[in-house]
């Protein structure tokens, strides 16, 4: 009986023994995967920066027009003019923020009552040329301020 066993011990076996590492194909695959995944943070990213960006931009510019209209209600009324308006630029601080910035401040008299002026801040920008601009724009209404003096003492 110990020759039948030698020579069963010598035939090859055809059943694979478990394998411990991965196949090249594996590798690849799993690499391939990571890239795609890599790529597509790495466009969130970029994506979340231009968007974040255009946010900073837009409130930089609402900031300037609110200012502006701040600064005309503040402004003595004979004082509040064309002249003044045209005065109004974008300030150094905040030109950075609105590349290529351009500021328009009308003051129209008459509109909507004779008292009245109507005072438009209208703040424009552009990122990239091939870009359409940015704009914003805000109006208010003002009206001459004075008291009435109805001869009582304050």
């Known amino acids: 009986m110990a020759t039948n066993t030698a020579l069963y011990r010598a035939r090859p076996t055809f059943v694979s023994a478990p394998?411990?590492?991965?196949?090249?194909?594996?590798?690849?695959v799993t690499l391939g995967i990571i890239v795609v995944l890599g790529v597509i943070v790495a466009q969130c990213v970029a994506w979340s920066m231009?968007?974040?960006?255009?946010?900073?931009a837009h409130q930089a510019a609402l900031e300037l027009a609110d200012n502006i209209l701040e600064a005309a209600r503040a402004q003595p009324w004979k004082q509040l003019?064309?002249?003044?308006?045209?005065?109004?630029?974008?300030?150094?601080?905040?030109?950075?923020?609105?590349?290529?910035?351009?500021?328009v401040?009308?003051?129209?008299?008459?509109?909507?009552?004779p008292h009245a002026r109507r005072v438009t801040v209208t703040v424009d920008w552009q990122f990239e040329t091939h870009l359409?601009?940015?704009?914003?724009?805000?109006?208010?209404?003002l009206s001459g301020r004075t008291a009435k003096n109805d001869g009582a003492k304050p």
């Not at 231009?50 to 900073?56: D, G």
């Open 132 to 141: 359409p601009p940015n704009s914003v724009e805000l109006t208010t209404v």
């Open 105 to 113: 401040v009308k003051v129209e008299a008459g509109k909507p009552e």
């Open 19 to 28: 394998r411990a590492g991965m196949t090249l194909v594996e590798i690849t």
């Open 50 to 56: 231009r968007e974040r960006t255009r946010l900073s």
């Open 81 to 103: 003019d064309q002249a003044w308006a045209d005065a109004q630029t974008i300030p150094s601080t905040m030109a950075s923020l609105l590349p290529d910035g351009k500021v």
